[in-house]
């Protein structure tokens, strides 16, 4: 059963006789007879399509199990954020009469976007549009089997959410018919999560980030031996910004993110003193359009992918990762980030994913309505989490091991914070025993200023105290400061220059670490502010001194 819904002008707009015009010379003709398959759900690397005669049927799952259509006419054309991503398509595409179609091929279609302002914000407006409608509509042929006492559910679910993938949740404990469903799979209880692509008839056992990114086809890079202008490692705001700016200006940039776009920035529910964006901006959001700018350009992202090793034995650079696979750039932009610090407590491996938390976005914040929990942390994202949190859950007590915000917040936060019945504040305070059998059920902390310990019935704690680089996968390849973050440009001290064997009669550039054409940018770099907008400045800046080391 086929559920039709009428498109909106957004979403679906028709082009213009000069539009059409524009695009007739970079296109081939192709006819389509009724009922033909244009593309398939799964498919990869396809063409963009423009209707010149007929009708074309837009066709994928739903929620229900049925389909969900929508009907293109003359003048509209195919896809969504997948056209410039590259990944596997969420929809079916076929002939309703017969069709003449304009074909353009990706290549072409980036071309577009990157020389026609026009067809440009055209064309990514309704691509944009057409993805959000897919996810809140939970389309797209996906379907996470999971528990809220499961932390490798938070993990999945998450991990679909941040990258931007349409999918349906069903819990164990909660939904009607899932019993069945795993029974018609022969998955036992105990083998939760459990995802399943429909368009495949396939069932993955608690799989990995990598895994998942894998089925989904989310990444498109091959390991070929190909020589990159530029490798990002990391995509946070920092790196994002480099990968922008690197590809806009022509670089052959290849981004390597270990979970997903948006770095500890991310997992920031709502981020309101960044410029341009008055009204607020969550760090998931932000980080979608970066990335989309990014592709936009040319960059490619590989996501689930960890940097383990830099060679830096020879002149060439290479990234070792996880899965096995090497890349290789003439330059390397460190973005790794950091992460934040956990708690000192024997019991807290028990609890993370179930009960504590690292991030405060909806994923975390669908657990805890209507109740009590604690935050953790004086920074900004603390600050943020408890605002967000304070509209959903029923109270928020924020700790702080210090007097109080000032040091570490911006004001208008902390006015918030000290202005809102919902939370209080509570300083000089640290949590010291979690308890709960499977998952967080009590929380005990105590004030420096008190006597006694104080317990409370929480089940949720959100962590984001501090923060440790990530730079262990480095292995000495570049100096570090005393706390792991590294070091670059005027920081560097002759002496670790030459431990470092610095082979260039110049010093190293603003960013540029102990190892020539390996620049450090963003929470990773000694010294950097901890801010999206500084992070934002420093791999855009960043981008311009790798123009000149390859020039060298």
């Known amino acids: 059963m086929a559920d039709t819904f009428e498109p909106t002008d957004a979403m679906f707009p028709r082009l213009t006789a000069p539009q059409l015009a524009r695009l007739l010379p970079i296109g081939r003709r192709r006819r389509f007879a009724a009922g033909e398959v244009v593309y398939e759900r799964g498919s990869a690397k396809r063409a963009f399509y423009v ?37 596997q398509s969420l929809v079916r595409a076929s002939a309703l009469d017969a069709t003449e179609l304009l074909e353009i ?19 990514l407006r309704a691509f944009v549009l057409r993805r959000a409608h897919l996810i809140a509509n939970t389309l797209g042929g996906v379907v996470l089997i999971g528990s809220g006492h499961s932390a490798d559910t938070l993990r999945i679910k998450a991990f679909l959410v941040r990258n931007g993938h349409p999918h349906v949740y069903l819990d164990v404990e909660r939904d009607a018919g899932v019993d069945a469903l795993l029974e018609h799979f022969q998955i036992g209880i105990a083998e939760i999560p459990v995802l399943m692509c429909r368009d495949r008839d396939r069932a993955m056992r608690n799989p990995t ?56 920035a991310g997992s920031s ?23 989309l700018q990014a592709e936009k350009f040319g960059a490619s992202l590989t996501v689930a992918r960890a940097a383990v090793g830099l060679t830096c034995a020879d002149r060439q650079l290479r990234v070792r990762c996880a899965d096995g696979g090497t890349v290789q750039g003439h330059a390397v932009v460190v973005a790794s980030g950091a992460a934040y610090r956990r708690l000192a407590l024997p019991e807290l491996p028990r609890f993370e994913g179930v009960g504590v938390y690292y991030g405060a976005t909806r994923v975390e914040a669908q657990l805890c309505e209507n109740e009590e929990i604690v935050v953790v942390g004086g920074g900004n ?15 928020v007590h924020l700790l702080v091991r210090g007097a109080g915000l000032a040091d570490s917040m911006s004001r208008y936060l902390i006015r918030r914070i ?3 019945p919902a939370i209080t504040l509570r300083p000089y305070t640290q949590i010291e025993a979690l308890e709960g059998d499977g998952r ?23 962590s984001m105290t501090g923060a440790d680089a990530n730079t262990a996968w480095l292995g000495g390849c570049v100096a570090l400061d005393g706390q792991r973050f590294i070091k670059s440009g005027a920081d560097l001290t002759p002496e670790e220059l030459e431990t470092a064997r610095w082979p260039l009669r110049r010093r190293p550039y603003q960013f540029e670490t102990s190892l020539p054409r390996v620049f450090a940018v963003g929470d990773v770099r000694s010294g950097s502010m901890k801010r999206v907008a500084s992070a934002v400045g420093e791999g855009s800046a960043a981008v311009q001194l790798v123009h000149k080391v390859l020039a060298e």
């Open 418 to 420: 000290e202005e809102s």
């Open 51 to 87: 209707l010149l005669e007929g009708r074309v049927e837009i066709a994928t799952p739903s929620r229900a199990g049925d389909e969900r259509v929508t009907i293109h006419g003359v003048g509209e054309f195919t896809g969504e954020v997948d056209m410039i991503s590259g990944r």
């Open 381 to 395: 994202s603390a600050g943020q989490a408890a605002m967000y949190l304070s509209g959903i859950a029923r109270h």
């Open 105 to 123: 091929d990706l290549a072409s279609l980036r071309h577009i976007v990157q020389t026609d302002a026009e067809l440009s914000e055209l064309f």
């Open 209 to 264: 980030n990598a895994e998942v990114a894998t089925a989904l086809g989310f990444n498109t890079v091959p390991d070929d031996g190909h020589v990159h202008d530029l490798v990002v490692v990391g995509a946070g705001p920092s790196g994002l910004a480099a990968a922008v700016y690197g590809a806009s200006e022509g670089l052959d940039v290849l981004v390597l993110e270990t979970s997903a776009p948006g770095g500890q």
């Open 440 to 462: 967080l059920e009590h929380v005990w902390w105590r004030s420096a200023r008190a006597t006694e310990r104080e317990g409370r019935a929480i089940r949720h704690v959100f």
């Open 269 to 291: 529910s709502r981020i309101e003193n960044y410029l341009g964006f008055p009204m607020g901006i969550s760090g998931q959001d932000l980080a979608g359009r970066a990335l």
